[in-house]
């Protein structure tokens, strides 16, 4: 028995070895495969290249320019397909993957059905109406971030902020952006950053699979998106990529990049129409004077203005005038000032004296009507009676038996009841 070296293969050979396998298998020659569509890219060059995934499995797939252009429906994530395709294997990385020449569409994907159905559901409870969108600030100085703490991505987005308006504060908040637990984890950060009084949060991701984009669409968090009070851009994946919080969010950016390009103006182009503006006031401020210095000069040059002296001299000898006629007012006043005070003396004491007067007879007469008001009757002793229209009852005739009565007493009244009427000429006393 040889030593295990001289069993040792070469890694090329081994890929050359398995290739042949695959490639000398019959069945594995032309086959139809289904599964649904997962990091779909369309090259330039005509070429396409995606994932085919079914459950937990997944296979690398390409699909050549001389085979797309008889596909005739447009391939997107989450589609479910059926593929006519060969096995092989691609050497230079040793990964087996699928060769496909055609493809026909088997309906489409769980995961492109649940979230076309959770979008409608929330475009019909208007999450999505642009009357909801909130004016994304012009010159923001205060801007919060929620991104992955890492990547080329979140780079970008610092380079161009810093590049374009590098007096904007601009605070992070990291964040998970793929994953389980990334849509919490997102949504208690856009909470702390709402609640911190940005003027406008971004809200970013690179590009990757409907996978690793898909806790973008998830409906918790964009309900959370919906209710903040801070305006909120959103640049998630690559421009083809179009989530559920880019519908919500107040403005989409295309890519992460974008986004940091949205939401900052360009110092040198601020610097230019602050420049532009400080000239276009001086030469206002210029034209208004010397507009101003030529209206001047042609009033001066006007014959009335020319004679303001004569025109004033009757109008200064009035005002001496009227300033002689007050210094006399104001001696006459100061001669008379003790017989004013002496008027203004008897005239409140005879005030004084008539009130007085009037209180006293308003006095008598209220004691004399006081002496004739029948309430001093009732203290003596006396009752008035009333019907039930609140008449007076002066005789027996006024009532019958039966009816019911009011008496009225000093202090109060009381309800009584006919029983019987007695004569009072028979009952003299």
């Known amino acids: 028995m040889g030593s295990p070296m001289s069993q040792v293969v070469e890694l090329k050979k081994l890929a050359a070895y398995v290739k042949r396998a695959i490639d000398g298998d019959p069945k594995l020659r032309s086959l139809y495969v289904k599964g649904e569509i997962s990091n779909f890219t369309h090259h330039r060059s005509g070429h396409m290249y995606f994932s085919l995934k079914d459950g937990n499995v997944s296979m690398s797939c390409v699909m050549f320019a001389s085979h797309t252009r008889n596909v005739k429906f447009q391939v997107r994530e989450g589609m479910q397909v059926i593929v006519l395709c060969s096995v092989s294997m691609y050497e230079a990385r040793g990964s087996v993957q699928l060769y496909v020449t055609n493809m026909q569409s088997d309906g489409e994907g769980d995961l492109y059905l649940r979230l076309e159905q959770l979008k409608a559901q929330l475009h019909k409870e208007g999450l999505f109406n642009q009357e909801h969108k909130k004016q994304i600030p012009t010159y923001p100085m205060d801007i919060a971030i929620i991104s992955a703490k890492t990547g080329a991505a979140i780079q970008d987005v610092f380079s161009i902020i810093e590049r374009r308006w ?243 007493l000093q202090d109060g009244q009381i309800k009584a009841k006919v029983e019987g009427e007695t004569d009072g000429k028979q009952n003299d006393i």
Not at 211 to 226: G, H, T, V
Request: one cysteine or more; a neutral charge; charged letters at 30%.
């Open 166 to 408: 590098p007096s904007a504060k601009v605070t992070l908040y990291p964040s998970l952006v793929q994953g389980e637990s990334a849509a919490k984890h997102i949504i208690q950060n856009l909470k702390m950053a709402d609640q911190n009084h940005h003027e406008v949060i971004l809200l970013v991701r690179g590009g990757g699979s409907i996978e690793d984009l898909w806790c973008f669409n998830d409906e918790a968090l964009a309900r959370e998106i919906y209710a903040l009070t801070t305006p909120i851009i959103t640049g998630v994946g690559h421009e083809t990529d179009t989530t559920l919080v880019d519908y919500v969010s107040d403005l989409r950016a295309p890519t992460p990049s974008a986004a940091a390009e949205i939401v900052t103006p360009d110092i040198r182009e601020v610097e230019m129409r602050l420049q532009e503006m400080k000239a276009r006031s001086i030469r206002k401020v210029e034209q208004l004077l010397l507009d101003s210095r030529s209206e001047l000069i042609y009033y001066q040059e006007k014959p009335l203005l020319a004679k303001k002296d004569a025109l004033t001299k009757e109008d200064t000898m009035h005002l001496k005038l009227i300033v002689e006629r007050l210094g006399k007012s104001k001696v006459y006043y100061e001669r008379n000032a003790s017989t004013l005070a002496r008027t203004k003396e008897l005239l409140l004491a005879s005030f004084k004296q008539y009130s007085q007067k009037q209180r006293q007879d308003y006095e008598k007469k209220v004691a004399l009507l006081d002496a004739y008001s029948p309430l001093k009757i009732l203290n003596r002793g006396y009752a008035v009676t009333f019907d039930q229209q609140e008449h007076v009852i002066k005789s027996v005739q006024d009532v019958n038996v039966g009816d019911m009565i009011q008496v009225r």
